[in-house]
């Protein structure tokens, strides 16, 4: 365990994606002063996919019987820290900063129960925790970037409360007065009133404060574009070191036989007919992921034939699963289903920023339990500079894939790019088609699919 962890560490070192330094917003004030607005408001002012809002009404404590019969008679106090499970979100929070995933529980207000379903948080690059004591813990002060308390009269946020409660969470008038002059109103007094003290921004009046508002989404521009900036200068250093290695033995690249150069002869020939081209992409797609599978361990095993002799074969040891990187991997897809039928798929999209050139992640959706899979066959028709792969490989191993169990399948990769691929993670695999000494645009799909 302390060697895997000492990999792990040493791979950081090398290649850091844009979300293992996540910036975390802190905002806190009363129930109903406009904390979940002011998030939303400013998640629609950045209009990015990675900037996220956690409540932390999903880190209620699970009741037991007793608290629940309280909880439904209105006589439970949800409104004190203790009702918080302050040490399930300090390790959600760390993960996340630390890039993992992390596994946010689902509390059910009308059951008061917190369900046995989990909703997933991976890659963020900010995110805004939000929520009555999200400045109360001094363990998740420290992880804070930015700390926010908002300020309403106790009218408007009464008013707020019994029109949320009664439309979302099923409530009576008589019990959402009850709860409020019982724990709301002390405990605002108690708990959350102090944490002005620490808040690095006051926000009265909420998303009718523009002053303020612009003034906490230029900083998250701004952070964010300082880790664009760290992104881009590590690839670029990435690049300059990995040019003076020798290339990995994990490196296979076909045997160029006259069949293989026949076809892709036909691939690269501007006047083939798209049919031409699609059917002889699918027959060397074929020939790239029969290659890649051999990196898969065998056991010995032994069958009886239709003759009656025993024949001494092998016989794979677990799951192959395959993830496509969109949307050149997808053009494999004919060719993997052929050589394993019932393969699971999973798909990842990376797509580099026009304007900057840094990859970033746009979708993912993995199989359950990928990281039990003998092998994970990362897939895609081209790699440039790597940027991209290094992404998709560093996703793979954040949800818990052993790089060892990682084979990267191309058409075709520049020299630079699997240079600097295997010189950050040298337990992977590749297998190419062709390896150029530059790089060039991708081709290859828009020719598969015709677009």
């Not at 900037?51 to 008679?73: C, G, H, R, T, W």
């Not at 009886?304 to 794979?316: H, I, S, V």
């Not at 992640?361 to 991209?388: C, F, R």
Request: glycine content about 6%; charged content about 25%.
């Amino acid at each position: 365990m302390a060697a895997e962890e000492s990999i792990t560490i040493q791979k950081r070192l090398h290649y850091s994606p844009p979300w293992a330094d996540l910036s975390i917003i802190g905002v806190a004030g009363s129930s109903g002063s406009g904390k979940s607005t002011l998030s939303h408001a400013i998640c629609k002012k950045l209009n990015l996919p990675w900037v996220v809002i956690l409540s932390m009404d999903s880190f209620y404590k699970p009741l037991n019987a007793e608290q629940s019969k309280k909880a439904f008679a209105n006589e439970f106090d949800f409104d004190s820290p203790q009702a918080i499970d302050f040490d399930v979100l300090l390790q959600c929070l760390r993960d996340l900063k630390a890039g993992k995933k992390a596994d946010i529980p689902i509390y059910s207000f009308s059951k008061h129960q917190r369900t046995e379903q989990t909703t997933t948080i991976y890659s963020p690059h900010v995110l805004i925790l939000e929520g009555i004591f999200a400045l109360y813990d001094p363990r998740i002060l420290e992880l804070l970037d930015m700390k926010i308390f908002c300020d309403a009269d106790a009218d408007t946020c009464l008013s707020r409360r019994v029109l949320r409660d009664v439309k979302e969470r099923a409530r009576d008038i008589e019990g959402i007065m009850k709860q409020w002059f019982a724990f709301v109103k002390p405990n605002f007094e108690k708990y959350v009133e102090p944490q002005r003290k620490v808040a690095d921004v006051i926000v009265p009046r909420g998303i009718e404060n523009h002053v303020a508002m612009t003034m906490v989404v230029q900083y998250i521009e701004g952070k964010l574009v300082e880790k664009s900036t760290h992104h881009r200068a590590a690839l670029t250093q990435l690049e300059i070191e990995a040019a003076n290695h020798p290339l990995s033995n994990r490196v296979v690249i076909l045997h160029q036989t006259p069949q293989l150069k026949g076809m892709s002869t036909i691939l690269q020939d501007m006047d083939t007919e798209a049919e031409d081209f699609i059917f002889y992409f699918d027959r060397l797609a074929s020939l790239l992921l029969e290659q890649a599978l051999n990196n898969v361990s065998y056991k010995e095993h032994t069958v009886e034939t239709p003759q009656g002799y025993r024949y001494d074969g092998l016989k794979a040891q677990g799951e192959v699963t395959a993830v496509l990187a969109l949307r050149g991997g997808a053009a494999f897809e004919t060719a993997l289903h052929r050589l394993i039928p019932d393969c699971r798929t999973g798909r990842v999209l990376i797509q580099s920023n026009v304007r900057t050139g840094e990859p970033e992640l746009h979708y993912l959706k993995l199989p359950q339990n990928i990281e039990k899979s003998e092998s994970v066959l990362l897939i895609d028709t081209q790699m440039a500079s790597g940027g991209a792969a290094l992404m998709a490989v560093q996703v793979l191993v954040d949800h818990g894939v052993a790089q060892e169990k990682i084979v990267l399948a191309c058409y075709n990769a520049g020299k630079l790019g699997v240079h600097r691929l295997t010189q950050v993670f040298p337990g992977i695999s590749v297998v190419l088609c062709n390896m150029l000494a530059d790089t060039e645009s991708r081709w290859v799909e828009k020719r598969y699919f015709r677009c």
